[in-house]
């Protein structure tokens, strides 16, 4: 089985819908905060310091372990997944009988995915919609529970001495 240490540096691709999706709900999922997310879309992101080109990380998630050593698709996505706790559903993509086929499946679905997320994105968007609503309404009924700090908070009230 796969071990890493956290941080997990997710490198994922924010001009795809689908992949954005999918990233927010392990932001939202992560607690810990095991977590960093960095868009490869960026402009000026530079895949250099990992040894790799822009072109791979277009081709396949990547993420970085704490070591700098990287994990590439099937792999990358079963750490994530572990780390928000959700390792059960991506398992059966580690083991050694199904892992090419999981890996063949992913990579079919990373070639794709604009096209994938054009057909998808009316339901992209309710998702998304739904999502920004729980938010706010979490942030109205709980003061904090939402993780939105404000950019400038209040400063301390002073008693009198």
Do not use: K
Not at 11 to 38: K, N, S, Y
Not at 54 to 59: P, T
């Amino acid at each position: 089985m796969m071990t890493t240490l956290y941080p997990l540096t997710l490198f994922f691709d924010g001009a795809c819908p689908i992949c954005r999706l999918e990233m927010d709900r392990l932001r939202e999922r992560d607690g810990l905060r095991r977590l960093v997310f960095t868009d490869i879309a960026t402009p000026g992101f530079d895949p250099s310091p990992w040894g790799v080109t822009l072109a791979d990380m277009q081709a396949l998630i990547h993420a970085a372990r704490p070591d700098g050593s990287l994990a590439v698709g099937v792999e990358a996505l079963h750490l994530a997944y572990s780390a928000v706790g959700l390792g059960h559903w991506t398992v059966a993509g580690t083991l050694p009988g199904l892992r090419p086929l999981a890996s063949r499946a992913y990579a079919l679905f990373a070639s794709r995915r604009y096209a994938t997320s054009a057909l998808l994105m009316p339901w992209i968007t309710r998702i998304t919609a739904r999502r920004a609503l729980r938010r706010t309404q979490a942030c109205h009924d709980a003061a904090g529970s939402c993780g939105i700090t404000p950019r400038n908070p209040a400063p301390p009230e002073r008693t009198a001495s």
